[in-house]
């Protein structure tokens, strides 16, 4: 059993997000730091480290315009040199003035005309850099009563993303994206996972609904989302992070292992543990260390992985199927109450990484080596 969970975490792949080696904060605050990227080339760097020490984080998720450069792919090829790939593009239609109503659901033609215009270009470079996933996040929806036609808004948003799926080429897809509010404080036009799955089922199987861990109400059981799109083949990823109160972006399993581990087992009992399935990180760390965060959640994911590939599954069923309620929570809680750190530690061993990776990271020398770098220019951060 021990050699399937090891084969299993070996294949587990965790996107790290560009955006998280930039400068971060609220809406209130991005506070700077040292040794930050200037460009998207030195971001890939910085996610390479993360993959060096971890092992499992071998793609790196770009943002557009934030990641813009001439040459798409220049920059795939780099990103090859220093071990990792181009993972999914992901959009932006949410910065720009014209989108202060909306952006494919916007009710000027010619806004939307200027937002679908963005989203193909991001198929344009998914082609440039052999990139597989669109990533479609919009902030698009009201804040008043009869601000807008709810109806028609559903209708734009279907007819944009019909457009986008028809520029789709052989072995790409999107992923649409939810969320239960912000900016928009009346109605969001993609505010919950069912909203998201209707337009996706209609287009096709091409279109997959990504579920991020952070965009939902508090008490949401996350994990029936998960094991209900699994089953009908739409769940296309994750982005990984976790919330307190209303909004989200911090270090997965911070707030909620036990959820986070709930999801996994999902996960795992669906299938989900695949390429089909993509798990990125989508956080802004305002007040960590860029990649010491992410090489934490990186193994937060990892240990609720573990936990989950424990749960001894033919025992659950059996107390299942047996009405034995209090049997089958101990087969979920033994195998969360598991302390998987030594396997993990073994795992890496074994691979020839170093048994700690934030221990690892902290004596590289890395740190102190871009801190002295990069000095000058311009430091990437939030909305650039």
């Not at 450069?69 to 959009?91: M, T």
């Not at 089958?328 to 969360?336: K, S």
Request: aromatic content about 10%; glycine content about 10%; charged content about 20%.
């Amino acid at each position: 059993m021990t050699t399937d969970i090891k084969a299993a975490l070996r294949a587990l792949h965790i996107e790290t997000p560009s955006w998280a080696y930039g400068n971060s904060g609220t809406r209130f605050k991005v506070f700077a730091q040292r040794g930050v990227p200037r460009d998207p080339y030195e971001k890939l760097a910085d996610a390479a480290q993360v993959h060096a020490h971890t092992g499992v984080a071998p793609t790196v998720a770009l943002h557009i315009p934030w990641d813009k450069v001439a040459d798409y792919g220049h920059l795939a090829a780099h990103a090859r040199e220093l071990g990792v790939g181009i993972g999914a593009i992901n959009s932006n239609v949410f910065q720009d003035d014209a989108y202060m109503l909306g952006s494919v659901t916007n009710p000027d033609p010619a806004v939307r005309r200027k937002a679908l215009a963005h989203l193909l270009e991001c198929v344009d470079i998914m082609d440039a850099t052999g990139s597989d996933t669109l990533k479609l996040w919009f902030s698009d929806g009201t804040n008043y009563p009869g601000q807008d036609d709810i109806r028609a808004r559903q209708d734009r948003l279907a007819e944009a993303l019909s457009a986008v799926y028809a520029r789709l080429g052989e072995g790409q897809r999107f992923l649409l994206e939810y969320k239960l509010f912000e900016p928009a404080f009346y109605t969001t036009d993609v505010p919950d996972w069912g909203t998201a799955y209707a337009h996706c089922l209609r287009l096709g199987p091409k279109a997959q609904v990504v579920v991020d861990t952070g965009h939902h109400a508090p008490g949401v059981n996350i994990e029936f989302i998960v094991a209900f799109l699994l089953r009908e083949g739409k769940l296309g990823g994750f982005d990984f992070n976790s919330r307190f109160y209303a909004d989200d972006d911090l270090m997965v399993g911070a707030a909620d292992p036990f959820q986070l581990f709930r999801i996994m087992y999902e996960v795992v009992r669906g299938g989900g543990l695949t390429a089909g399935v993509a798990f990125m990180l989508d956080q802004c760390h305002n007040i960590e260390p860029k990649i010491p965060g992410q090489i934490r959640s990186v193994m937060n994911v990892q240990e609720a992985t573990a936990k989950a590939l424990l749960v001894d599954r033919d025992a659950l069923a059996a107390a299942q199927a047996g009405g034995d309620v209090l049997g089958a929570n101990a087969v979920l809680m033994d195998a969360y109450n598991t302390d998987v750190r030594p396997l993990l530690a073994e795992l890496r061993e074994e691979t020839g990484l170093a048994p700690d990776p934030m221990a690892a990271y902290a004596k590289s020398g890395y740190f102190e080596k871009i801190a002295a770098e990069r000095v000058g220019g311009t430091q990437a951060g939030w909305g650039a």
